[in-house]
């Protein structure tokens, strides 16, 4: 039972770059979302999503894009990495809240940009 | 816009010590509060306490919510060097699909 799983674990980029970060699930859950977290600042919440085809802005949503397209994964892009989006990068998914007891996390992708 | 303040921010004890940590709420229609225990990676799911269920204990670790003050404290007795971690509180709104988080607790345990 793999869970969430995130894609890749360690990744450095040179500012002005691109890239993707994969989260899978096998849970048949129908939300899933981004954060980022930061020292000191907790998880604080890029994007998400509340079913297949459906994404939404979190707290903190400039500089990233992302993609549903199967109900099972959860795409982050950068477009343009910045220095700014050095952090460590969390998937999660669930159940709505209403039937949930909380998230199931990913590994992390910890995302340096230089 | 709701939010999350958890404190202290980090926290310093003797392995057996016991240790508090609080997580004070802003949600507009409260559905619910997490704990999370992050270790070296991903956050694991401790409570999650509701306006039904304040009250929750496994183990060495409880946690009660107080409708009243909105406010929850995290209990922890007898503390081993594997409860260093950062403890992350985060509240659910009905009105809401996700979860916001306070800014968490790094907790060292020392032998």
């Known amino acids: 039972n793999a869970g969430v799983t995130q894609t890749p674990k360690f990744r450095v980029l040179k500012t002005g770059q691109s890239m993707t970060l994969l989260c899978a699930q096998d849970m048949n859950h129908e939300y899933m979302y981004w954060y980022r977290q930061d020292p000191g600042m907790g998880l604080r919440l890029i994007h998400y999503?509340?079913?297949?085809?459906?994404?939404a802005k979190g707290e903190v949503p400039d500089g990233y894009n992302v993609s549903r397209l199967k109900k099972q994964n959860f795409l982050l892009g950068l477009e343009s990495a910045a220095p700014s989006q050095t952090s460590v990068y969390f998937c999660?998914?669930?159940?709505?809240?209403?039937?949930?007891?909380?998230?199931?996390f990913g590994s992390g992708t910890r995302l340096t940009v230089v | 816009e709701d939010k999350v303040v958890q404190s202290p921010l980090s926290l310093v004890v003797h392995e057996g010590d016991t240790v508090t940590l609080n997580c004070s709420y802003e949600v507009t229609n409260f559905r619910s509060l997490l704990w999370y225990k992050q270790e070296k990676k991903a956050p694991t799911f401790l409570f999650m306490l509701t306006s039904s269920g304040i009250e929750k204990k496994s183990g060495r670790l409880s946690s009660i919510l107080d409708k009243k003050e909105l406010s929850s404290i995290l209990n922890i007795t007898a503390t081993q060097t594997g409860d260093s971690a950062i403890y992350l509180c985060g509240s659910a709104s009905n009105s809401g699909y996700a979860l916001n988080f306070g800014k968490g607790t790094s907790l060292l345990v020392t032998p």
């Open positions: 999660a998914s669930s159940y709505s809240l209403s039937r949930s007891a909380g998230y199931t």
């Open positions: 999503s509340v079913g297949e085809g459906t994404t």
